[in-house]
């Protein structure tokens, strides 16, 4: 079956991971719902470019920490498209910084953007995909849910939860032609992991050169970055028929490093 006229809706597809899977969705004739931070006119240059494939794209600026904008967000996809087919629950932030001096602050919002935002916008969804006799929700995850690093302890929380609300959705409308599956991939050179590279440094006392060749891709056998249309294409696949009876687990994207 093709995806084509089918909506996705994409959280925190502004930048990076996010932004590769809406760009490879609207590829394959699928409209689309962009939502995260950003400044105007690049989002609005964003919407361009998703429409020269002849869909219809939108933005929704709702932030992940509030469940209010969350579910106008949702309402706003199925007054514009009818329903939201495929649900990609991808917002999400790091900090990186030794227990003792982890910022409550910092935890609280991890919690919200990377764990309970999938909570908040999958009961949205979820009457109009039943109604509609199909669904996809993939839950960008991270090999940081499967294993930890020292330093990460929210991200590693939220992210392992992931997994747990992702077996969760999958049994519940397991019977209804919806998958719930999550994606962990290795390290992708993101803003989100440019970022952490000067923090990670700082806290484990060693050089952002270190940090790149001995943490991120030590980790990463193939000692190659993951992609973002690697992960785009993953998504796709998930999609598609041949994936109707992937559902309710993990799949690793992440150069071998879950496996050491
Ligand atoms: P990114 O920083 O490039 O993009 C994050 C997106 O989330 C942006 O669009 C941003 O505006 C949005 N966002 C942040 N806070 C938000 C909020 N409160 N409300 C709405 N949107 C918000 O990051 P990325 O690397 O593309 O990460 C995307 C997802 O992939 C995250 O869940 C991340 O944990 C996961 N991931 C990333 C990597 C990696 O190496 N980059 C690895 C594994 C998993």
């Not at 990460?152 to 719930?180: M, P, R």
């Not at 790149?212 to 998930?238: P, R």
Request: proline share 3%; net charge negative; aromatic share 6%.
């Amino acid at each position: 079956m093709s995806l084509k006229g089918k909506t996705a809706l994409i959280t925190g597809s502004t930048s990076g991971i996010g932004l590769g899977i809406a760009k490879g969705f609207a590829a394959q004739g699928v409209n689309i719902v962009i939502n995260g931070f950003g400044k105007e006119d690049a989002i609005e240059k964003e919407l361009k470019e998703l429409e020269a494939n002849g869909i219809k794209a939108i933005y929704n600026g709702a932030d992940m920490t509030k469940p209010d904008e969350i579910a106008a967000m949702v309402k706003q996809a199925e007054d514009t498209f009818g329903a939201v087919d495929i649900l990609v629950n991808n917002a999400g932030i790091q900090h990186v910084s030794p227990i003792e001096d982890f910022p409550p602050e910092k935890w609280d919002a991890i919690m919200a953007i990377n764990l309970s935002s999938s909570f908040h916008t999958t009961r949205n969804v979820i009457t109009k995909m039943r109604e509609q006799g199909w669904g996809r929700i993939i839950n960008m995850c991270s090999a940081h849910g499967l294993v930890a690093s020292p330093y990460k302890s929210a991200y590693v929380a939220a992210k392992h939860g992931i997994l747990g609300f992702t077996k969760t959705i999958a049994l519940e409308v397991a019977q209804e032609n919806i998958t719930c599956n999550a994606i962990c991939p290795g390290y992708v050179r993101t803003p989100l992991v440019e970022n952490q590279i000067a923090d990670t440094a700082k806290a484990r006392g060693i050089t952002e050169e270190e940090v790149i060749n001995d943490v991120m891709l030590k980790a990463q056998w193939t000692k190659k970055f993951v992609t973002v249309e690697q992960i785009s294409g993953l998504a796709l696949f998930l999609c598609s028929d041949t994936a109707e009876n992937i559902t309710g687990t993990d799949i690793t994207i992440d150069g071998g490093w879950t496996a050491a």
